[in-house]
């Protein structure tokens, strides 16, 4: 990064990538782009900060229901980006304004986020059939670890939901994320083995 004629200016100049592993070494080198600062993904209150700067063009019922809605979301949405979590609020308001409403609400941030997950009703029949004895031996299976997960709280991960999607993927547990929080006890640990082991 030279050129520049005075040199007491005060130049910075930022890039951003997803791909450092591909840039060339030479841009890398002293003096040019030499700092490197990793950006990870947002925590709960990060993720609701970027969800409020991005419901400021939405509409709600009224602030206070927004601001308990987008507290839902940022807690149902951990590992989400910040471009995914615009995507939740642009796709519930594009089901808003095909279903006819003045306001976006809970049903529509949840179909959102189920989009969003790519775990919606598409409203097609899934060609690829569970057997009856395997669907049942899923299901199980899962509520065994949704009983787990509730008798056994994980302190910094609730239990949220659990569904049997597909054959073609694992069944799935949702938790939610509670920032900050670690284990604390032996029996937090504990308790985490007794539901792996599930």
């Known amino acids: 990064m030279d050129g520049f004629k005075v040199s007491t200016a005060q130049v910075l100049v930022i890039g951003a990538t997803n791909r450092l592993d591909i840039i060339d070494p030479a841009l890398l080198r002293k003096g040019r782009f030499d700092k490197i600062i990793r950006v990870g993904l947002p925590l709960k209150d990060g993720r609701l900060a970027i969800l409020k700067v991005h419901a400021m063009n939405k509409s709600f019922r009224?602030?206070?229901e927004k601001d308990t809605l987008l507290k839902e979301i940022a807690e149902l949405t951990e590992d989400f980006t910040g471009a995914e979590l615009q995507n939740i609020l642009n796709e519930a308001g594009i089901l808003t304004a095909r279903k006819d409403l003045d306001y976006i609400g809970r049903d529509e941030l949840l179909e959102?986020?189920?989009r969003q997950q790519g775990t919606f009703e598409t409203g097609q029949e899934d060609t690829t059939k569970i057997p009856e004895?395997?669907?049942l031996r899923l299901a199980y299976r899962e509520a065994a670890v949704a009983v787990l997960a509730c008798y056994f709280p994980e302190?910094?991960?609730p239990f949220v939901e659990?569904?049997?999607?597909?054959?073609?993927s694992q069944p799935n547990m949702c938790y939610n994320e509670v920032s900050g929080?670690?284990?604390a006890r032996k029996s937090d640990y504990i308790n985490s083995i007794v539901r792996s082991c599930a």
């Open 181 to 183: 929080k670690v284990f």
């Open 112 to 114: 959102a986020l189920k």
């Open 133 to 135: 004895e395997l669907r």
């Open 155 to 157: 302190p910094h991960r």
């Open 162 to 168: 659990t569904d049997i999607t597909s054959i073609r």
């Open 62 to 64: 009224s602030e206070e």
